[in-house]
C-alpha cells in the first residue's frame, strides 16, 4: 500500500483479555517503529525493529507487551493480561533507513485505539 | 537528544501566518531540529527538517538561530486545516541507523476562521 496501514482501528478489550495489534509498514521500509499515545500526551516510544531484528525494546512498559516483525515486513504488537493503563492509541511508523541514506523522516499509519474495560 | 521547550497553545486567524517556537538551548553540534504534526485522530506527519541553515518546503519553512539555540516554523498562509498539534523535536542522525524520535507535549495549534 501507499502508506502504513494498521489494525484494527479500534479495539475494546476486558480486563485480563490478550490483544494483538498489526502494522503493514510501507513496502521496503527497513526501519520499524512502535509508540504509545495516551490521551492528551505526545507519543511514547516503545520498541524498534529494522529488518526481522529487534534493536531496542527499552520503552516496552512491562513484560506483558512483546512485538514481533518474523520476516522484516508486517509487524505485532501483543498486550497480555491488558490492564486499564494499557488503554491508549499504539502507533506504528516505518523509515527508510537505509545506510547514509536515513533523512529520519518516520512514516505513522493513524493507530490502532485500545480501550480496557 | 536535547530536549525541547514549546508553548502548550497558539492561535492564529486564517489566511495569515501561523509562527511556531521551539527552544533548544541544549541542542548538539550533530543534532538536527525536526517538525511533525498531528491532527486530530492521525498520525504523526512529517513537515521539514533543518540543521543550521533555514529551510523552506510545500508545507513550510524553517528558521533556525545562528546559535541554534532556537528555531521558528512558519506556515505562510494557514489554513482551517492546519489546525493540529506541532511538534518539535531534536535528534542527532547517525548513518547507517534509524533512531527514535522522541516527542514532548507539543503546540496546539488552533487555526480560527
Known amino acids: 500500500g501507499a502508506g502504513v496501514s494498521q489494525s484494527p482501528r479500534y479495539k475494546v478489550a476486558k480486563r485480563g483479555q490478550d490483544v494483538a495489534l498489526r502494522c503493514d509498514p510501507i513496502?521496503?521500509?527497513?526501519?520499524l517503529f512502535w509508540y504509545q499515545q495516551a490521551l492528551g500526551q505526545g507519543p511514547e516510544f516503545l520498541t524498534y525493529f529494522q529488518n526481522e531484528a529487534q534493536l531496542d525494546k527499552s520503552g516496552l512498559p512491562s513484560d506483558r507487551f512483546f512485538a514481533e516483525r518474523p520476516e522484516g515486513s508486517v509487524s505485532t504488537l501483543k498486550i497480555q493480561r491488558t490492564q486499564q493503563e494499557d488503554s491508549a492509541v499504539y502507533l506504528c511508523?516505518?523509515?527508510?533507513?537505509?545506510?547514509?541514506?536515513?533523512?529520519?523522516?518516520?512514516?505513522f499509519g493513524e493507530g490502532s485505539r485500545l480501550t480496557v474495560l | 537528544d536535547a530536549k525541547t521547550t514549546q508553548p502548550p497553545s497558539m492561535d492564529c486567524a486564517e489566511g495569515r501566518a501561523a509562527n511556531l517556537p521551539c527552544n533548544h538551548s541544549t541542542i548538539s553540534g550533530n543534532e538536527y531540529v525536526y517538525w511533525y504534526r498531528q491532527i486530530h485522530s492521525q498520525g504523526p506527519q512529517y513537515i521539514i527538517h533543518g540543521l543550521k541553515n533555514n529551510e523552506t518546503n510545500e508545507m513550510a519553512s524553517l528558521i533556525i538561530t545562528e546559535d541554534r539555540k532556537s528555531s521558528t516554523l512558519i506556515l505562510p498562509h494557514a489554513t482551517l486545516r492546519d489546525t493540529a498539534v506541532y511538534y518539535c523535536?531534536?535528534?542527532?542522525?547517525?548513518?547507517?541507523?534509524?533512531?527514535?524520535?522522541?516527542f514532548g507535549s507539543g503546540t496546539q495549534l488552533t487555526v480560527l476562521p
Open positions: 511508523a516505518s523509515s527508510l533507513g537505509q545506510r547514509g541514506a536515513n533523512t529520519g523522516e518516520l512514516f
Open positions: 513496502s521496503g521500509h527497513v526501519s
Open positions: 523535536i531534536v535528534r542527532a542522525v547517525y548513518s547507517g541507523s534509524a533512531r527514535q524520535l522522541t
